[in-house]
Structure formats: C-alpha cells, structure tokens
C-alpha cells in the first residue's frame, strides 16, 4: 500500500517569504538561527585558529633558539662534560630511570587491559530497565 499523502504538501526549504524590514532566511532558517549559524561558525575559527597559531610561534620559537635547547638538553640529560666516555653521564643518570620506568609501564598497560575486557559487555547502572 502506498502511503497517504496530505493534499497540502509544502517543503519549508524551498518556500521562502519576503516580508519588507524582516531578516532574510539563510536556507529555511529563520533570522536568529542564521545568525546563531554564524556566531557559532565565527567562535569555531576563533576556536582553531588560536591553537594553529600558538603552534606555529612554538615552532618559530624553537627553530630560532635551537642551539640553546639543545645545549640546555644535553647538560641536564648527563650527555655533555662526560666521565670516561661521551654518554657515561647518561647511562648513570638520567638514562638509568628508563630500566625503572619499563616494568612501570607494563604493568599499567597490563592493568588497563585487564580492566577493558574485565569491562567489555558489562552494562552499566543507567543502561538497565527500571524493574517495576
């Protein structure tokens, strides 16, 4: 069976009035929800454009004063004014907290997806009908 159809059909997209001193429509929408679209567009390119630019001067930031981030690195890592070697002073310092920091991180990630599939089909409270 087909189904019924109203005798008065009208597609608001394609029907638009022209009322003299009144906001024009933008795609069927009224004055205020055009003007919110745009509002919420403007605050969008604002949203992204202040990070890209925050991004770009750090990037800027750090191309122009690279040797002193550098150097700045290498003495605070252990890697410069080494003992017997060149990377004497890492191994003994600061390289040494990465055999501390392995076994830290495989427990967690043990412990994270232990917890994902202990979790994965369990329902949670607001997911159950309400009993009556």
């Given at each position: 069976m087909a189904p019924?159809?109203?005798a008065r059909m009208t597609d608001s997209s394609t029907t638009t009035e022209s009322v003299p001193g009144a906001p024009s429509a933008v795609a069927g929408r009224s004055g205020s929800e055009a003007a919110h679209g745009e509002s919420t567009s403007a605050a969008?390119?604002?949203a992204l454009g202040v990070p890209i630019?925050?991004?770009i001067a750090g990037l800027g930031l750090l191309i122009a004063f690279f040797a002193a981030i550098r150097h700045w690195t290498a003495l605070h890592t252990g890697i410069l004014n080494g003992g017997p070697d060149?990377?004497?002073?890492?191994?003994?310092g600061f390289g040494s907290d990465l055999g501390e920091a392995?076994?830290?991180s495989a427990v967690g990630i043990?412990?994270?997806?232990?917890?994902r599939k202990v979790n994965c089909h369990t329902r949670l409270l607001g997911d159950r009908p309400s009993s009556p």
């Open positions: 019924v159809q109203s969008r390119r604002i630019a925050m991004l060149r990377y004497y002073d890492f191994w003994s392995t076994p830290i043990g412990v994270y997806t232990g917890a």
